[in-house]
């Protein structure tokens, strides 16, 4: 829901970036400080604009670039205030997305340990359950094993005695032994 809702801010504040930026255009052509800025910032667009160009067109050495009118930098400066504040605008949604989704993949990470955690330590349990019952299982066995060597040593002396009886084929009698 909350993703939703940013998309769609984001969303409405790139539509109205356009809006917006016409809106800081105008402000910054009729503030004197930000109009000079603006237009010196056109001046050296304008340069590098040359340069690149003739660059492109395979010129090579050093041009004069004379400075643009007055009239022809206040026109630039304006497309680069209103593009400027459009890309900043986009700049901060694609930051706050980048920074968002940052988050979430960490919180995703921190749940799967969690998660991965848990299955350890379940496990660590269940060996030390399994461990235990084994042990018990040891005591028992070897319980069990001494009562049957009893009962074996048992049987073997009542077979001793009843070959004993049966040796003289009862001829005396009962023996006592």
Known sequence: ????????????????????GSRFEKWAMNHPVARRYII??????HRWEVYI???AEGKSGKAFVGAMTEEK????????ASEGFVFAVGILIVTFEY??????????????????????DQAK???????IENQEQQELIGQLLHRVER??????????RRVKQSMWGGFLGPRAL
């Open 53 to 55: 160009t003739r660059g």
């Open 125 to 131: 349990r269940e060996r030390e359950r399994l461990r």
């Open 151 to 160: 009962l074996e040593t048992g049987i073997q002396e009542a077979q001793q």
């Open 1 to 20: 829901m909350a993703a939703l809702v940013f998309k769609m801010g984001a969303l409405l504040l790139k539509q109205m970036a356009k809006p917006l």
């Open 40 to 45: 010196s910032a056109a001046q050296v667009v």
């Open 99 to 120: 920074d968002r989704t940052r988050r979430k993949e960490i919180e995703k990470k921190k749940k799967e340990e969690q998660e991965r955690q848990a299955i350890l």
């Open 73 to 80: 930098s206040v026109e630039l400066a304006s497309k680069i």
